[in-house]
């Protein structure tokens, strides 16, 4: 696409959902025709050149954040609107859950990112924080500094398909600071000595000053992303889940309780301390239904803060609620 041809998707952008003119006035103002100005403004969307933000909250939202909230003692919930379809494609679902969620936090990013102060900013990768950047506009922030708070390497070498960090430092120009590593070390010696190198101490030091954490979860299971992706080999996807684990965070592993597992693959995965973790302002992203028993476990650790989660998982919480 040249220069000219991202202007006129702009402009067509522009007029459709900030000038409020429809499709008609448009080609009659440009001289294009209404089917090749729908074609454009959904090229627009495909893009990126659009994001779509809904400021509106259900009643019921409202009420199962409520719920939720006082429950785990959070300082703040954010509910989407429940969109699954009963007997649907479960995967599609899923996707759709992320999408939500990551328009959900965009707009709560956005309003954090909206102040005259600088603002450093630990984060995950994962599909749902991979899903809030592509729905982030784009915004001037260049006292902006971005954090990585885990390793995000594959042992095969693979690129990390989820490079949030520098993503989101690109979107703000702000900068952005990686934790050189592997998301799993091959044994707890070498964890001691990526843990100890220069580069990787620097990130951790930035990361302990900041201002808060944004984080995504996986359940543990052979279902789960880190298995199928490879940064966890068979036996120790099984040595995990023999040992009680259900969730995992940052690096850490949970059992159901929310507490952190005393396993060796605790110590084996660089990242920031669980007492770092739990000293700052935590913001969970969590999509998709089948993360319901894995969500719970880690609001009972006491270690969230504020949940942005889709309205199915939501729904989904509440009889996990009711039995305590």
Known sequence: MTHNEEDLLVQLAWLYYVGNKNQEEIANQLGLSRFKINRMLARAREKGLVKIAIQHETAQSLDVAGRIQAAFDLR??????AIAVPG?????????ARRAVG???SSFLERRLRVPEPVTIGLAWGRTIAAMVDE???????????VSLMGSLSRNARTNPFDCVHSLAQLCEGEAYILPAPFIADSEADYQVIMSQKLVQQALKLARSADFYIASFGDCSKQSFIYHHDLLHDDEIDQ???AGAVADMLGKFFDKDGALLDNTLNRRTPSVSYEDIRSRDVVLLAAGLSKAKALVALLRSGTINRLIVDGDLAAGLLPLIGRG
Do not use: H, Q, R, W
């Open 76 to 81: 703040e919930c954010i509910v989407t609107p």
């Open 88 to 96: 649907g494609n479960a995967d599609e679902d899923e996707n759709n």
């Open 103 to 105: 328009i959900a936090a």
């Open 136 to 146: 982030l506009p784009k915004l001037y922030k260049a006292d902006l500094k971005i």
């Open 240 to 242: 995990v889940i023999n």
